[in-house]
Every structure is written in C-alpha cells, then in structure tokens.
C-alpha cells in the first residue's frame, strides 16, 4: 500500500514533465545588455567614476574627413565630452554605411601617424569583446614631450574613437569600456 502511495506523485510528476507543463529553465549566469549601436553611443549610461558628462554635439562629415580619415561612406558622426579633474575626454562615433567603410576608415586613420622614432604607435588591444587599437601620439607640453592616447575600433559599422588630454591611458581606457561597444 505505501509503495502504490508513493508511486501517485511520481507518476503525476512524470506526467506533467512529458506534457511540457513546466516552465522552461531559466538562464543562468549575468544577462548582459549592449547598448544600442548608434552615433548617440556618446552619452554613456554609465558614467565612469569621477568623469562627468558635459554635452554632445554633431560632427560635421567633412570635419570627420579632415580630422580623421578621408574616405567614403561616413553617414553619420558626434562627439561626447567628458571631464575629469580638469581634463577633456571625448568619445567620437561615426557611423559608416558598411563594416568595410568602418574597417577602411581605421585603416586610413592610422596611415596618417608617421612610425614613433622609440616604441610603438600603434598597440592591439581587446575590451567589450572588441579588437581595438591603442594609438600612441606625442605633443609638445611645458616644453617637454609628453604621450596622449586613443583608442580606436569598430563595432559593424560604427568606428568609436576615444581620447583624451592625458600621459595616463589607462584612464582613457576606462571611458572606452564604459561604452559596452
């Protein structure tokens, strides 16, 4: 008598499991959320630390071509400034009409840098599980030369580049991953 009261439940259980009645298994692990892809990828979410925001304005197509690459197939680009403890950083999104258009305006960008005379100009990278490239550039400050840093890459075919006043590229780093591009 105990066996067939037992054998009720599982056998009621066993039903509900064939008859698909359960809820599916829920996902486990951290559900991550990437930001939509667009030129408004300037205004973070989530502002790193210590950074605050201070606008976005459009970036003209032709100063695109100027500042960064001439190349065909730019549709869109802006510019989001930041600042920390008195410095600028911006975050650039540029919205090409294709990935090839992305990937061809970082080729041209980086042809306009002339090879560094100690180190390396340009340093892969990976975050956002991205390939980017760290671009190391010198300029003249208090009379001495001094590093200031940008990171540049593409996601489809949005190229963000980010930079900033700084001797410190892990800092400019922090704002690159703070996209989630």
Known sequence: M?????????????LVAVSGCTDPAEPTGPIVE?????????????????????????VD???????YA?????????E??????????FIIAIE??????????ITQF???FTPLAVGERFTDVSFNEHDATLVTKYITAGGEEVPRYQYIWNNENFVFLV?????????????????GF
Not at 80 to 89: A, C, F, T
């Open 80 to 89: 989001g400034i930041y600042n920390l403890d008195s410095i600028d950083y």
């Open 61 to 67: 197509l032709d100063t695109v071509k100027t500042s």
């Open 34 to 58: 990437t930001p939509d892809l667009s030129v408004d990828g300037v205004i973070l979410e989530t502002v790193p630390e210590g950074f605050e925001y201070l606008g976005v304005h459009a």
């Open 163 to 179: 930079k900033g006043n700084t001797d410190d590229a892990t800092v400019v780093l922090d704002l690159a991953e703070a996209t």
């Open 110 to 112: 980086k042809a306009t």
């Open 2 to 14: 105990n066996m067939k009261l037992l054998m009720i439940p599982f056998i009621a259980l066993l």
């Open 96 to 105: 090409m009409d294709s990935s090839a258009s992305a990937e061809e305006l």
């Open 70 to 78: 001439d190349v065909e197939g730019i549709v869109n680009a802006s």
